[in-house]
């Protein structure tokens, strides 16, 4: 399947990442002539900051979502007292390279690598079948730490992962190699590119923005009496059969929907 024919047309709108950038860049144009016109002189720092406050009112008028708001304040500030510090270039560029392979396309997915906890791994735990083969992916592995639990309880499934960003890929990928996990697979691909209906249970913790798309491509593919269950982030419209409360940091609820 085409990762374009399934994606939310949300998704297909300028990314907000690029949205933000613009505004500074507007912000930036601005007040750079609003400083000549008026014949004034800012330091650079009084610059930046005016600039942030101007770029933070562009995302509030844009209707960006409001943990913009700070990040578009303090850009430019941030970088001006960056460059003053003298830091070698190499530092940013080895941090952008970093940043590039454990996020990759973040900027248009809008899902990024945080991990499930413990306590989330064990009660999904609790939604596979006790004594019977089946079939598990996690749509979006990360650093596989769901896959290397559940096949370590339940040795009798076949567990496989997705994964799109290289640096969580490679590491999921050697941890199953080398913790000799021979009932687990990683591979290096799209959930979007994935049959479904390989499996009896799919399991998804992405972020609010893909959870439309990804019900439709559950309701086209999974075969009746297999599991979709989501860590977090729920289906507008569509309520779960059942959610499981967890105690961790963040009191994480599963959502389970039985098709
Ligand atoms: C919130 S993390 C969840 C990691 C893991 N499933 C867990 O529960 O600990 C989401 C992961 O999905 C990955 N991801 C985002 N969009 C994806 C896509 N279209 N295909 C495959 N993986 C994707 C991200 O790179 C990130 O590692």
């Known amino acids: 399947m085409s990762e ?7 998704m ?33 720092i009084v610059f930046a900051l005016a600039c942030g406050v101007l770029a933070a009112i562009f995302s509030h008028l844009a209707q960006q979502a409001r943990w913009w708001l700070p990040i578009q304040l303090l ?3 941030a970088l001006v007292i960056t ?3 003298g830091i070698p270039s190499y530092v940013f560029l080895l941090a952008f390279l970093l940043m590039l392979v454990s996020y990759w396309s973040t900027f248009r997915t809008q899902v990024p690598l945080y991990l499930s906890s413990d306590k989330v791994w064990q009660a999904l735990g ?25 096949s370590r309880t339940h040795p009798q499934g076949t567990f496989h992962g997705v994964e799109t960003a290289p640096l969580p890929f490679a590491w999921s990928w050697l941890r199953i190699k080398l913790g000799g996990y021979h ?21 998804a913790y992405l972020s609010p923005v893909p959870m439309a798309a990804l019900w439709e491509k559950v309701q086209k593919e999974m075969r009746p009496d297999s599991l979709f269950i989501s860590n ?19 009191h994480s609820e599963l959502h389970v929907w039985r098709k």
């Open 232 to 250: 977090t982030f729920a289906v507008a419209e569509h309520p779960p059969q059942r959610i499981l409360k967890t105690d961790d940091l963040h």
């Open 183 to 203: 009932n687990c697979r990683v591979y290096w691909r799209s959930l979007w590119d994935c049959d479904l209906s390989r499996y009896d249970v799919a399991f």
């Open 83 to 85: 460059l003053s510090a």
């Open 75 to 77: 850009f430019v500030p």
């Open 12 to 44: 297909r709108k300028l990314p907000p990442v690029f949205l933000a950038l613009l505004l500074q860049l507007a912000a930036f144009v601005l007040l750079t002539f609003g400083v000549r016109l008026l014949g004034h002189a800012l330091s650079p």
């Open 4 to 10: 374009n024919s399934i994606q939310p047309r949300r």
């Open 126 to 150: 609790t939604q596979l079948p006790a004594d019977q083969p089946f079939s598990f992916i996690d749509l979006g592995s990360g650093i596989g730490g769901v896959l290397t639990h559940l």
